[in-house]
């Protein structure tokens, strides 16, 4: 079982240490609760902290560090103290892209997939009148994903490489995210609204 030590609290103060735009942060807080949903859905229920601290620190680097992303995290985890396990999930994220660290376990394959689909339906929420996860459909996604200019900064291919390694559909995939991302949205508003 994959467990941390690491409080909430220790790790939103390091990603905000280190990132200061606050839609690095509006992020890290989404795929945090995406994560969370996902432990839960999937039946990882025991690692559901575990699951939602990679997703809220898997970007710790991004914004001081872009040209080293997933290169430096494990120095900058290394100042809470983070698990081998944890800064692996974290460098997993990126493989492919700016890192050589495989995704292994179910967790680090769901953060690989979910990670730059939460960014492609953020993009589609925030063109939406209600601004809401709530009313958006599977079907206006997949119109929003094979328009290339469209978010076009989130690599579809690492979204499809994401719903193949899970052994999902990328409507699976879609829907599963949507999901996870109507079950946090409320929250990460209110928390937005106090920073």
């Known amino acids: 079982m994959k467990s941390t030590k690491i409080t909430r609290e220790q790790a ?3 990603l905000k240490k280190y990132n200061k735009e606050p839609f690095h942060i509006l992020h ?4 945090e609760g995406v994560m969370r949903w996902y432990a839960k859905e999937l039946g990882y229920g025991d690692e559901e902290e575990f699951w939602a601290m990679a997703g809220l620190l898997h970007d710790v680097d991004f914004e001081v560090y872009p040209e080293e992303h997933c290169k430096k995290a494990p120095e900058l985890l290394e100042e809470i ?4 396990d944890l800064v692996h999930a974290v460098c997993s994220h990126g493989f ?4 050589d660290v495989e995704p292994e376990h179910e967790m680090e394959k769901v953060l690989f997939a979910a990670d730059e689909l939460t960014g492609l339906i953020g993009a589609a929420v ?3 009148p209600s601004k809401s996860a709530e009313d958006l ?17 989130c690599s579809r291919d690492v979204i ?10 990328l409507e699976e995939l879609m829907d599963k995210t949507i999901l996870g991302m109507r079950s946090c949205e409320k929250q990460i508003n209110e928390e937005m609204e106090k920073m």
Do not use: I, P, Y
Request: net charge positive.
């Open 137 to 153: 459909e599977v079907s206006s996604l997949k119109k929003k994903f094979k328009d290339k200019r469209f978010a076009a900064g």
């Open 160 to 169: 499809k490489t994401g719903a193949e390694r899970l052994g999902w559909t």
């Open 126 to 128: 925030r063109m939406r």
């Open 28 to 31: 890290g807080l989404t795929v």
């Open 12 to 14: 939103l103060q390091l």
């Open 96 to 99: 492919g892209l700016c890192s």
């Open 81 to 84: 103290q983070a698990e081998e």
